[in-house]
């Protein structure tokens, strides 16, 4: 099984609706990080949370992070064309130095 | 301020040819990193610099896979020679760290290089 896995891998909803999507992590966190990417170019960086409990806001976008269930969630208010792209969570490890282990990626996509 | 830049955006090439990607990081960013990500899949981390020393290559398939990262500053990756499977975006990314045992450290990355080998 994934050391990351996301769900739903792919979300199409209606412009205006709320959404959630879900990272579990099977290893212990060392900071979750949330990034967007649309299709062919680079990460953007949304959020990163460290601690259990910590709830971040940007604009229309939330995450949260349970960090005894190793779990985060990231939820979109009043979802609009601009939020569409690949949402991707990256775990931190730490084997040695400090690495990011990411998840398979949700693809949302915001129909009007 | 100035983000990862990365070139060349596009890279077309026949199997067994050689190529190269170029990295330049955020000024002052001591760590350097090279994703693989095949389509549908999450990045995977090939090689991890702080500085000019490497840090993390347990994943670069060396027998065809060579990075260098000279003066602590702009880094190549090298595919020779390259397979069918080496088609993906390649990505780099950099963060802060200046230490090599911390515990968080966010990454910023580039826009990418999309290969596609024939």
């Known amino acids: 099984s994934q050391e990351l896995e996301q769900s739903p891998q792919s979300l199409i909803v209606q412009e205006g609706k709320n959404l959630t999507i879900n990272c579990t992590s099977s290893?212990?966190?060392?900071?979750l990080y949330w990034y967007k990417q649309k299709y062919g170019e680079g990460l953007i960086f949304l959020m990163m949370?460290?601690?259990?409990?910590e709830e971040k806001s940007h604009e229309k976008i939330t995450a949260k992070l349970d960090e005894k269930k190793q779990q985060s969630s990231l939820h979109i208010t009043a979802s609009q064309p601009s939020h569409a792209g690949i949402y991707l969570c990256?775990?931190?490890?730490?084997?040695?130095?400090?690495?990011?282990?990411f998840g398979q990626g949700t693809r949302l996509t915001i129909n009007p | 301020e100035a983000g990862v830049a990365q070139s060349p955006r596009y890279k077309i090439i026949e199997k067994r040819q050689s190529v190269a990607f170029w990295c330049n990081p955020i000024?002052?960013?001591?760590?350097l990193y090279w994703y693989q990500q095949i389509l549908g899949q999450g990045p995977k981390l090939l090689i991890q610099?702080?500085?000019?020393?490497?840090?993390?290559d347990s994943q670069l398939p060396k027998d065809r896979f060579s990075a260098e990262r000279l003066k602590g500053v702009d880094s190549t990756l090298k595919i020779q020679p390259a397979k069918l499977e080496d088609s993906a975006v390649y990505l780099c990314?950099?963060?802060?760290?200046?230490?090599?045992?911390?515990?968080?450290?966010?990454?910023?990355f580039g826009p990418g290089t999309r290969l596609t080998v024939l």
């Open positions: 990314a950099s963060s802060l760290r200046d230490r090599v045992y911390i515990r968080t450290d966010t990454q910023y």
């Open positions: 949370l460290q601690k259990g409990g």
């Open positions: 990256g775990a931190g490890r730490l084997q040695g130095a400090q690495k990011l282990v």
């Open positions: 290893k212990t966190l060392y900071g």
């Open positions: 000024s002052g960013h001591a760590t």
């Open positions: 610099f702080q500085n000019n020393g490497v840090v993390d």
